[in-house]
């Protein structure tokens, strides 16, 4: 133990921490020096072999410090309160299952998972009761495993149903704990629990900015102050954004990623272009003229690489999830400004790369990438005057082949065959969007017309 503690990083010790209370809560009615010890020790090796691999191996954690601290904080509170009830009312009444899927929907269904099954086996051995872990456990799962990708609140309460079928047949297996009152509370343990987590969950998500599927099904209403104030100030940058969302979730969904967060995500990425909307040409009509003419390719750079700045700003000031706030740097990466750079190189040969790239960093998770790549397949859209499927496939292999080879997708995740099924699913889309529709003749259009009149 005390070689595994003396190579264990300095951050490391935030669970030695966490072990420390725990042991603390769980002795708070029955303090025994012996067992206190003992359960010290199988907390540490159960923290480093398994807490430990967890951290390092789901990327949320490795994004900001909040995402451990949440970790760490709901954790304890299970403990907190789930071993007190035991201890006063028995363990059928215990709020168990509140903490790990709070988790579940926070973080991911491996982290809530994990999290109950410890807590639970922790409570068992402490009790030397395993009837507690056999009747835990399998709520656990059934319940961590149903609400693990919900997006609607209704969904919870259907997966509280079904746990409350399994709980009956779990307390039906134990003779000594069989009765009415055990059963009438096994049923309605679930639901009560859902009742508290739906409660719980909005002020998680506001002080964190760690938000669920829910949270996040919420903030992709176009009412949201934000995406109306995009769409009224900056209307070429807003439909932008809802097809670089329409592809992101196509492709998300394709390879298994959290395509709801991916859609939300894509909604704000650009949220910085509210500031100078008439700097991108993609809020410029025919008859405007581009203000990028009048100036130094050099201001350019900065006035465009400037909407990260102020979408992060926008991000923090309106509370939007952590996630979100990464993408906005994120979907650019590292990559140059070209347009800007050889403009720039024609008035100085000497004019570094350097001097044009967007200051990172590179995308960071999975969903970060697709955004990326998502982001520059739609500014290519215009470009498409076809909807053939070679035409099509040649310009979304060119521009995802071009960011993979700027090593722009390293830190990502995303491996070749998800590349190449990300690919497919843009294409799918994009000739789904240029598909040619029927020309119908004027007489026929006329009808419409005379029919739309009358209804």
């Known amino acids: 133990m005390f070689k595994i503690l003396k190579n264990v990083k300095p951050r ?17 009615f029955d303090l025994k020096i012996l067992q206190s010890f003992n359960e010290f020790i199988i907390l540490i090796f159960m923290w480093y072999f398994v807490v430990e691999l967890l951290l390092r191996f789901i990327y949320h954690f490795r994004l900001h410090y909040i995402y451990r601290f949440t970790f760490y904080f709901l954790f304890l509170l299970g403990i907190l309160t789930t071993y007190p009830f035991i201890e006063q009312f028995g363990f059928v009444i215990s709020p168990f299952l509140i903490s790990s899927l709070l988790l579940t929907l926070l973080m991911s269904y491996e982290v809530g998972i994990t999290v109950g099954i410890l807590q639970a086996l922790l409570i068992s ?17 059934l319940m961590n495993f149903l609400i693990r990708n919900v997006n609607r609140r209704i969904e919870i309460a259907r997966a509280a149903l079904l746990t409350s079928f399994l709980a009956i ?6 003779p000594t704990y069989f009765s009415f009152y055990n059963l009438t509370i096994a049923v309605l343990n679930p639901f009560v629990s859902t009742v508290l987590i739906l409660g719980l969950l909005p002020y998680i998500e506001y002080f964190t900015r760690i938000y669920s599927n829910i949270g996040l099904s919420e903030l ?10 995009l769409s009224i100030q900056a209307p070429g940058t807003y439909y932008h954004s809802i097809m670089v969302a329409t592809l992101a979730e196509a492709a998300a969904e394709r390879i298994g990623v959290n395509s709801t967060f991916t859609r ?29 003419e009048k100036i130094s390719p050099f201001l350019s750079h900065i006035i465009l690489e400037d909407h990260i700045k102020s979408g992060i700003e926008l991000a923090r000031k309106y509370k939007l999830p952590l996630r979100i706030e990464f993408i906005i740097p994120q979907h650019h990466g590292t990559r140059v400004q070209k347009y800007f750079y050889y403009k720039a190189k024609q008035i100085d040969p000497e004019t570094s790369e350097e001097a044009f790239k967007y200051p990172g960093p590179k995308p960071q998770f999975k969903e970060a990438g697709i955004i990326m790549l998502a982001d520059s397949v739609e500014a290519a859209l215009k470009s498409i005057n076809s909807s053939n499927y070679q035409s099509i496939k040649e310009v979304v292999e060119e521009i995802v082949s071009g960011i993979y080879n700027e090593r722009q997708l390293d830190e990502s995740g995303l491996n070749l065959r998800e590349l190449e099924l990300i690919v ?32």
């Open 424 to 455: 497919e699913e843009f294409i799918k889309v994009i000739i789904n969007i240029k598909k040619e529709r029927i020309e119908y003749p004027k007489e026929d259009i006329q009808k419409v017309v005379q029919i739309n009149d009358l209804q």
């Open 169 to 174: 047949i779990l307390i039906g297996l134990q």
């Open 220 to 229: 992709a209403n176009m009412n949201h102050p934000l995406l109306k104030k």
């Open 12 to 28: 490391n010790f935030e669970g030695l921490f966490v072990s420390i209370l725990t042991m603390i809560i769980l002795n708070l």
């Open 125 to 141: 051995l402490h009790l030397s009761n395993f009837v507690i872990f056999y009747y835990f456990i399998p709520q656990i799962i």
């Open 264 to 292: 939300v995500a894509s909604y704000f990425h650009d949220i910085g272009k509210i500031k100078r909307p008439y700097f991108f040409v993609e809020n410029l009509s025919d008859k405007d003229e581009n203000p990028h």
